[in-house]
């Protein structure tokens, strides 16, 4: 089982930029993908951004151009820079790795979450 640990959330004025980790331990995460997820309140959780094992990244249209992940392998670590921060970026920012066969997911976890607040 592979255990999250997410940190570099806070409170952040409009325009702003974030930078947030997720250090995972228990197994070694170079074959999964990994990812960020963020809930705000009352509403569902939704994707942010994804990056596979081979480093292709894939975004959701609202965080497109503001948003870049990465990781490090070596680190066992997945970063997400957040530029230009808005209001309705505010919302808990959970971190996420799985592995794929197909279209199915399996050995999925979750990191338990860090709170990104944009306000002025």
């Known amino acids: 089982q592979v255990q999250l640990v997410e940190s570099g959330g806070g409170l952040v004025q409009p325009g702003g930029s974030l930078r947030l980790s997720c250090a995972g331990s228990?197994?070694?995460?170079?074959?999964?993908?990994m990812g960020w997820y963020r809930q705000a309140p009352g509403k569902q959780r939704e994707l942010v951004a994804t990056?596979?094992?081979?480093?292709?990244?894939n975004y959701a249209d609202s965080v497109k151009g503001r948003f870049t992940i990465s990781r490090d392998n070596a680190k066992n670590t997945v970063y997400l820079q957040m530029n230009s921060l808005k209001p309705e970026d505010t919302a808990v920012y959970y971190c996420?790795?799985?592995?794929?066969?197909?279209?199915?997911?399996?050995?999925?976890?979750w990191g338990q979450g860090t709170q990104v607040t944009v306000s002025s």
């Open positions: 996420n790795t799985h592995r794929t066969y197909g279209t199915l997911k399996y050995d999925e976890s």
């Open positions: 990056i596979s094992s081979g480093a292709k990244t």
């Open positions: 228990g197994s070694s995460l170079n074959t999964y993908v």
